[in-house]
């Protein structure tokens, strides 16, 4: 089931950074953190991944806090495009990723 | 394009028919798994397959549904005698087996129970 927890929804003016938080408090050392989101009626995409260490792709930042219990995702220019549920999802290697409800993130123009 | 493709996106049956749902992972990829996402929630874990071999398959809902990846490409999910509570989207995902595996989506099939 799923391991970690979300707020259920936020709104972000375009062009300002979206900051999605995500617990998992109970994540153990072995536990990559993904974040993935879905747009109305597709599939998930994936957007970026950590074990300890921030990580920054095209798409975002993933802020992982020292004691791993907690992340980030950072959008640093929202734009309407990236409206859409996200997902925080723990996982190691050899198991299954399990979704719980995400944060539906809307970027008001 | 060489994501992973389903087919068909869309699929209308009547309760009681069969239904079949083919998805092509990225080609070098290993790994494939079924999810079933019902509205307002995140998607479900089915199954997955790494190469032919199908590892995981207890979360499979029930005994109506089943899954193959007979050459270790494509794969294929049917649902028999279909439910109106199987009404869902079904999407496929792939990924290469290794400590860090991110699962790359397709678009998914909607399937409508009438």
């Known amino acids: 089931d799923a391991k970690t927890t979300q707020p259920p929804s936020m709104d972000c003016a375009e062009g300002r950074a979206a900051n999605l938080p995500c617990n998992h408090s109970t994540i153990s050392g072995n536990e990559y953190v993904y974040w993935y989101r879905q747009i109305h009626s597709q599939g998930p995409q994936y957007i970026i991944h950590?074990?300890?260490n921030n990580e920054t792709n095209e798409m975002a930042s993933l802020i992982i806090t020292e004691d791993r219990k907690s992340s980030t995702l950072i959008l640093p220019h929202a734009t309407l495009r990236d409206t859409a549920v996200y997902y925080c999802i723990v996982n190691s290697f050899g198991n299954q990723f399990y979704f719980g409800t995400g944060t539906s993130l809307t970027v008001i123009p | 394009d060489t994501g992973v493709s389903q087919d068909p996106r869309h699929k209308i049956t009547k309760r009681g028919q069969n239904v079949t749902f083919r998805c092509d992972p990225i080609?070098?990829?290993?790994?494939l798994y079924w999810y079933r996402q019902t509205l307002g929630q995140g998607p479900e874990f089915l199954t997955y397959f790494q190469n032919e071999a199908q590892l995981e398959k207890s979360r499979l809902l029930s005994d109506r549904f089943s899954a193959e990846r007979p050459k270790g490409s494509f794969s294929t999910l049917e649902i028999q005698r279909t439910e109106q509570g199987d009404s869902a989207m079904y999407l496929c995902?792939?990924?290469?087996?290794?400590?860090?595996?991110?699962?790359?989506f397709g678009p998914g099939t909607r399937l409508l129970v009438l």
């Open positions: 995902a792939s990924s290469l087996a290794r400590e860090q595996e991110t699962q790359y």
């Open positions: 950590g074990l300890k």
């Open positions: 080609s070098e990829h290993n790994r």
